[in-house]
């Protein structure tokens, strides 16, 4: 007879209580391997495949592309042994033994058939037992489903990418991909001709609702978190970055810059890392349960990154070790990455002090939101030329408006203002990094 076993939705190691289901990668009476990739799944934080721990055949898929599962949930049904070698499907395993069976073969998934719902705050727990094990049913497809509260456009990070890149506005198409999902085939046809416009989206409608979701839930309250914990205060500085964008320049001719894409943010990478040597409260943190306040020897730096998915704060690892050609290499992977959706939830985590760059919108400065966990995050306005008076001469300078907002319980205005005159000075001549 044949051998049921079910694979719940697992917490992927960090702290998970709920996923949107992006996409099914098998559909009923697909034969999969041990490790194969059977669907996407879209946290808080990321993107993630999910592997299966046990080769068989897909039996059934509980849950449909675009709904928000919880943790512990199953969300597919695989018959493990389908040629009917095995012990009846209705002796369902001993606790222990299920347990064993469930261990993870890979990085990501389940950790036993007997699992418990992660609690929502002020809720007990709610057990969620094995179900038993179902007649094999036949191979249907699943049928595609609205999400609820409006039309969610389903696609893969780099169909987002390219839909954006084409100018394919993905709330006009109409997935032909299982359950809608919305393939590359689709946005290109649309980029091409006329979009078909979905039938989820009433015609002539002028509203449009989105659940809140994944990064969006995640950021806003993350940040309503910030503001209303963290008493913000924010610093601004006007400088001239001519010396700065003639050196850029001058590194581009280099042998050794050869190749390496060297941009303002690089620079003022590098100034953050010298400057928090000067004034360590910056790269500090408050710790309220504890009561204290935990300095860090190290900069973990955060750097906002617009998606498709929506912001998220990627980490550059021991940005301080760095020299200024490897930062250069380690921005452009870390963009790069960010930007097809591949970023893991491990490389958002923990770090110490935030860079945004609002110039590249055009946009002078902004009054940004600390990232929770941190006590500071600059910000780089647009690069333009301005009257600057060099000498008692007027004349036409690249200038750039920072901006700083950092936690008032770690750092006082005199070490905000210290720091953020030091990133200043580093950006306006890059020459004064030499005496940091």
């Given amino acids: 007879m044949p051998t049921y076993k079910q694979f719940p939705l ?25 490790n194969q990739i059977v669907v996407e799944i879209e ?6 495949e999910l592997p299966i721990p046990w080769a068989g055949v897909v039996t059934e898929l509980h849950v449909e592309p675009g709904q928000t599962v919880e ?10 042994d389908p040629g009917g070698a095995s012990a009846p499907a209705a002796a369902a395993p001993a606790p222990a033994e299920a347990e064993e069976e469930m261990k993870p073969l890979v990085g ?3 950790k036993t058939v007997i699992t418990q719902r992660r609690a929502r705050k002020g809720a007990e727990p709610t057990p969620v037992a094995a179900v038993p094990a179902p007649p094999a049913p036949a191979p249907v497809a699943p049928a595609p489903v609205a999400p609820r509260g409006g039309y969610v456009p389903l696609a893969k990070p780099p169909v987002r990418k390219l839909a954006k890149d084409l100018g394919v506005d993905l709330h006009t198409l109409a ?29 002539g409608s002028r509203e449009r609702r989105v659940p809140i979701k994944g990064v969006r839930k995640m950021t806003a309250a993350a940040m309503v978190q910030s503001a209303y914990t963290a008493p913000h205060v924010t610093e601004f500085l006007t400088i001239d970055v001519t010396p700065m964008m003639e050196f850029r320049e001058k590194l ?18 590098k100034a953050v890392c010298l400057a928090a040597k000067r004034t360590p409260d910056v790269n500090a943190v408050w710790d309220e349960a504890a009561q204290e306040i935990v300095y860090k020897d190290y900069v973990h730096l955060g750097i906002a990154a617009a998606t498709p998915r929506g912001l998220i704060v990627p980490k550059v690892r021991d940005a301080d070790s760095m020299s200024l050609k490897e930062l250069a290499n380690a921005l452009t992977t870390l963009t790069d990455v ?20 609002v110039g590249v919108f055009g946009v002078d400065t902004g009054t940004p939101i600390i990232n929770p966990g941190e006590s500071a995050i600059l910000c780089l306005g647009a690069i333009k030329d301005q009257p600057w008076v060099v000498d008692g001469e007027i004349k036409v300078r690249k200038v750039l408006q920072l901006s700083l907002s950092f936690d008032h319980r770690v750092v006082d205005g005199q070490q905000g203002s210290e720091f953020l005159a030091d990133v200043g000075a580093l950006l306006a001549d890059p020459a004064m990094a030499m005496t940091y």
């Fill in 10 to 34: 697992a917490d992927t190691a960090e702290g998970l209580t709920e996923a949107d289901i992006l996409s099914w990668h098998v559909k009923p009476g697909d034969t999969v391997t041990v």
């Fill in 43 to 48: 946290t808080a934080k990321a993107a993630v």
């Fill in 71 to 80: 943790v512990g949930t199953p969300i597919l049904t695989i018959d493990v």
């Fill in 108 to 110: 990501y998934g389940s």
């Fill in 175 to 203: 997935g032909t991909a299982d359950g809608g999902v919305i393939t590359r085939e689709d946005v290109e046809r649309a980029a091409n001709g006329t979009p078909v416009v979905s039938s989820v989206v009433e015609s």
């Fill in 252 to 269: 581009k001719k280099s042998r050794e810059f050869a190749g390496v894409k060297v941009t303002p943010l690089t620079f003022a990478a």
């Fill in 338 to 357: 960010a930007r097809e959706g591949k970023t893991s939830p491990a490389d958002m985590a923990n770090g110490t002090i935030t860079i945004t760059n």
